[in-house]
């Protein structure tokens, strides 16, 4: 083997050899490491601070304008229509005893005319049967006059008066009947809807209009009947005249994008709960709903309007509000004391959409947990988020 070949044998292995000493010592001087346990965190959580507080309880329903007072408008005789107010048009005010419509007079005239007439012949016939009646008991008394002449002498009497009493009733009738021609506005009021004009043929009892008073505006709330527990809705009893009370009832509504509130009262409460719903009927009723308020731009409380209420119910003393986040399960919160959660059962007195009342089983100033909590367990530790706007600390 000649040199030039040794050396391309030995090369590579010196090369080889160098390198497997390079790799132990690089393991060899390699830093030892240190193993060490994860550390878990404790979870943070948000949380909110316990405030006792008063608070009035309300209860929120809806519902439509109704009048208090609603009547058809009925001639009571029959004729031509002479005369219509202006005021009896669809959505026309009118006040109470201002005539509305008039119907033609001369028929009405005629009838009272024959009835005085009638009057006048009845009381000459009862002017001759007392004549007669008399002469048959002076003759009877002289044994001149039967019996049977006495006793047609007395009915021919009895019947003259009988025909005068039906001459004054026909007319008392005919008076009133000419009357009656002109109808008046039995309270002050609005029209719904006319149906009749000048010229018209109108029949005795025939509809010509729908008024309604305006003195009042009512709107009939349906109540749960979970709910009549945190109101006191007036109840009649029978055989009690006492005044019932009378919770103030808030109407909101929007008209034109904007809204507008009317403040009235609980008046009355209906006789029967709803079978099928289970609620009961209350009745707001808001004065004068037609009148200007003063400083204020806001439209009447017009009959069909659609209206969101609030009745204010009981007061609540010392109470705490908590979002729903902070129940678990039915009256359950967790509260931090230390950095632990800790279960605690509370009073519910009412759950709302959005809050829950509490009160009992909180103190003022304590903390508690409004963030959701898997696999809660009572004393396991926690962080406590930092002021978000929400949570307090």
Same mark, same amino acid.
């Given at each position: 083997?000649?040199?030039?070949?040794?050396?391309?044998?030995?090369?590579? *292995?010196?090369?080889?050899?160098? !390198?497997?000493?390079?790799?132990?010592?690089?393991?060899?001087?390699?830093?030892?490491?240190?193993?060490?346990?994860?550390?878990?965190?404790?979870?943070?959580? %948000?949380?909110?601070?316990?405030?006792?507080?008063?608070?009035?309880?309300?209860?929120?329903?809806?519902?439509?304008?109704?009048?208090?007072?609603?009547?058809?408008?009925?001639?009571?005789?029959? /004729?031509?229509?002479?005369?219509?107010? +202006?005021?009896?048009?669809?959505?026309?005010?009118?006040?109470? /005893?201002?005539?509305?419509?008039?119907?033609?007079?001369?028929?009405?005239?005629?009838?009272?005319?024959?009835?005085?007439?009638?009057?006048?012949?009845?009381?000459?016939?009862?002017?001759?049967?007392?004549?007669?009646?008399?002469?048959?008991?002076?003759?009877?008394?002289?044994?001149?006059?039967?019996?049977?002449?006495?006793?047609?002498?007395?009915?021919? &009497?009895?019947?003259?008066?009988?025909?005068?009493?039906?001459?004054?009733?026909?007319?008392?009738?005919?008076?009133?009947?000419?009357?009656?021609?002109?109808?008046?506005?039995?309270?002050?009021?609005?029209?719904?809807?006319?149906?009749?004009?000048?010229?018209?043929? *109108?029949?005795? !009892?025939? +509809?010509?209009?729908?008024?309604?008073?305006?003195?009042?505006?009512?709107?009939?709330?349906?109540?749960?009947?979970?709910?009549?527990?945190?109101?006191?809705? +007036?109840?009649?009893?029978?055989?009690?005249?006492?005044?019932?009370?009378?919770?103030?009832?808030?109407?909101? &509504?929007?008209?034109?994008?904007?809204?507008?509130?009317?403040? !009235?009262?609980?008046?009355?409460?209906?006789?029967?709960?709803?079978?099928?719903?289970?609620?009961?009927?209350?009745?707001?009723?808001?004065?004068?709903?037609?009148? %200007?308020?003063?400083?204020?731009?806001?439209?009447?409380?017009?009959?069909?309007?659609?209206?969101?209420?609030?009745?204010? !119910?009981?007061?609540? %003393?010392?109470?705490?509000?908590?979002?729903?986040?902070?129940?678990?399960?039915?009256?359950?919160?967790?509260?931090?004391?230390?950095?632990?959660?800790?279960?605690?059962?509370?009073?519910?007195?009412?759950?709302?959409?959005?809050?829950?009342?509490?009160?009992?089983?909180?103190?003022?100033?304590?903390?508690?947990?409004?963030?959701?909590?898997?696999?809660?367990?009572?004393?396991?530790?926690?962080?406590?988020?930092?002021?978000?706007?929400?949570?307090?600390?």
């Amino acid at each position: 083997m000649s040199k030039k070949k040794s050396i391309k044998v030995i090369l590579p *292995v010196l090369v080889i050899a160098l !390198g497997i000493v390079g790799l132990v010592g690089m393991i060899a001087a390699r830093p030892k490491v240190e193993t060490k346990a994860p550390e878990v965190q404790p979870p943070l959580i %948000r949380v909110m601070s316990a405030t006792t507080q008063d608070l009035q309880l309300k209860v929120t329903a809806q519902g439509s304008v109704a009048p208090r007072t609603e009547s058809s408008l009925v001639p009571e005789v029959s /004729g031509r229509v002479e005369w219509v107010s +202006p005021a009896l048009a669809p959505g026309g005010f009118f006040e109470e /005893g201002a005539p509305l419509l008039r119907i033609e007079r001369r028929d009405a005239e005629v009838a009272l005319r024959q009835a005085r007439a009638a009057k006048a012949r009845a009381q000459s016939e009862v002017r001759l049967a007392r004549a007669n009646l008399k002469r048959s008991l002076d003759l009877s008394e002289q044994g001149v006059v039967s019996s049977a002449e006495l006793d047609t002498a007395k009915n021919n &009497a009895g019947v003259a008066e009988a025909m005068l009493m039906e001459a004054e009733a026909q007319l008392e009738r005919a008076a009133t009947d000419l009357e009656r021609t002109e109808i008046v506005a039995p309270f002050a009021g609005r029209v719904r809807d006319k149906r009749v004009d000048v010229g018209q043929f *109108v029949n005795r !009892g025939t +509809p010509v209009a729908t008024i309604y008073s305006v003195d009042f505006a009512e709107v009939r709330l349906p109540v749960p009947d979970d709910q009549l527990a945190y109101v006191d809705l +007036p109840l009649h009893y029978r055989g009690e005249s006492d005044e019932p009370m009378q919770p103030t009832v808030v109407l909101r &509504a929007r008209i034109a994008g904007s809204e507008y509130e009317w403040e !009235g009262k609980i008046v009355r409460t209906e006789g029967e709960i709803d079978p099928r719903s289970r609620m009961v009927h209350a009745v707001a009723q808001v004065a004068n709903p037609y009148a %200007r308020s003063s400083g204020s731009k806001r439209p009447p409380l017009a009959v069909g309007l659609f209206v969101e209420a609030e009745i204010l !119910g009981r007061e609540l %003393r010392d109470v705490i509000v908590l979002p729903r986040a902070a129940i678990r399960g039915k009256d359950r919160v967790l509260v931090v004391e230390d950095d632990t959660l800790r279960f605690r059962d509370v009073e519910v007195v009412r759950a709302e959409r959005e809050n829950v009342i509490v009160s009992g089983g909180l103190r003022d100033g304590e903390l508690v947990a409004v963030s959701p909590i898997e696999a809660a367990v009572d004393g396991m530790a926690i962080r406590i988020a930092p002021n978000d706007g929400i949570a307090m600390r």
